[in-house]
C-alpha cells in the first residue's frame, strides 16, 4: 500500500498538534458560561471579554467593566481578549481601542465596548458622545466609571 505524500503530511501535522494548547480566545457559550467576576450568565457577546495568565486557565466576563476591576487586582503578566464591537470577532487586546461612555449600555454597566480599528472606535465615540480609549494599559489604569 502506497500512502501519498500530502496524506502522510496531514496526519503529521494533527498528530503533533495533539499536545499543543490554543492560545487563542476561550470558548464561550451564551447563556452558559458565568462571569469571572459577578457571576452573571454571559449572553451579550458584545461585551464578553477575557484574559489569560501564564499556566492559569482563562477567566471570562459578561462586561469589559468586570474585566477591568477584575484585571487590576492581577499581578503578573496577562494576555487580553475582546469582542470588536464592528463585526464581534474577538481580537487580540494588545490592539485593541475602546470606547468609553454612559451612553452605552453593557450588561453590568461599564459602558465599554472594544474595537480592532481606531477610526471606527472615534466614530463610535463621538456616536455615543463617550471618550476613546487607546490601549490596553489605559483602560486598565483610567480610574472611575465613564
Do not use: N
Not at 46 to 74: H, K, M, N, Q, T
Not at 91 to 101: R, W
Amino acid at each position: 500500500m502506497r500512502i501519498r505524500p500530502a496524506v502522510l503530511g496531514t496526519a503529521l501535522l494533527l498528530a503533533g498538534g495533539c499536545g499543543i494548547k490554543a492560545e487563542g480566545p476561550p470558548a464561550i457559550a451564551l447563556d452558559r458560561s458565568v462571569c469571572s467576576r459577578c457571576g452573571m450568565l454571559i449572553s451579550e457577546p458584545l461585551y464578553a471579554a477575557a484574559y489569560s495568565a501564564p499556566g492559569v486557565e482563562a477567566r471570562v466576563f459578561d462586561d469589559i467593566g468586570c474585566l477591568r476591576v477584575a484585571a487590576r487586582a492581577e499581578t503578573g503578566p496577562l494576555r487580553f481578549w475582546f469582542h470588536d464591537a464592528a463585526d464581534r470577532g474577538w481580537i487580540d487586546g494588545a490592539g485593541a481601542t475602546f470606547v468609553t461612555s454612559s451612553e452605552i449600555r453593557s450588561p453590568m454597566g461599564g459602558g465599554l465596548i472594544a474595537f480592532r480599528d481606531s477610526i471606527a472606535a472615534e466614530r463610535s465615540a463621538a456616536v455615543y458622545h463617550g471618550h476613546v480609549i487607546r490601549s490596553v494599559s489605559d483602560l486598565l489604569v483610567k480610574e472611575g466609571r465613564p
